[in-house]
């Protein structure tokens, strides 16, 4: 990396690019449910999946449903809202193209 890969900004701050590393070594977690609460500086955000039966019979119908967590993740406020930010820009480009 070069010295011209920096950006030096009005405040004397060094800027450095970010680049994401290879996830293939991560496991795919199939979600379909999100909670999210606060605690302090911190949000929880606790993906979880709901299998829902086959078919039931009315008799077979159960009192409540369980969503079993997979993951949960810890982020700051200011992360919450850059991925929030995001999440929605992705949601609207591709429901301009018709995808969802």
Same mark, same amino acid.
């Given at each position: ?9 009005? %405040?004397?701050? !060094? %800027? *450095? ?7 293939? #070594? +991560?496991?795919? *977690?199939? =979600?379909? #449910?999100?909670? @999210?609460?606060? /605690?302090? /500086?911190?949000?929880? +955000? =606790?993906?979880?999946?709901? *299998?829902?039966? =086959? ?5 077979? @119908?159960?009192?409540?449903?369980? @969503? !079993?967590?997979? =993951? ?13 930010? *995001?999440?929605?820009? @992705? !949601? ?9």
């Amino acid at each position: 990396m070069g010295k011209e890969d920096f950006v030096v900004t009005e %405040q004397d701050t !060094v %800027q *450095v690019p970010l680049k994401w590393g290879s996830g293939e #070594h +991560l496991d795919t *977690v199939y =979600v379909n #449910h999100l909670s @999210i609460s606060g /605690a302090g /500086a911190e949000f929880y +955000l =606790v993906f979880g999946e709901l *299998v829902m039966p =086959v078919s039931l019979r009315p008799e077979e @119908i159960p009192r409540t449903l369980e @969503i !079993v967590p997979k =993951v949960r993740l810890a982020v700051t406020p200011e992360a919450m809202r850059n991925m929030a930010r *995001v999440m929605q820009e @992705i !949601v609207e480009r591709l429901s301009k193209k018709g995808a969802t």
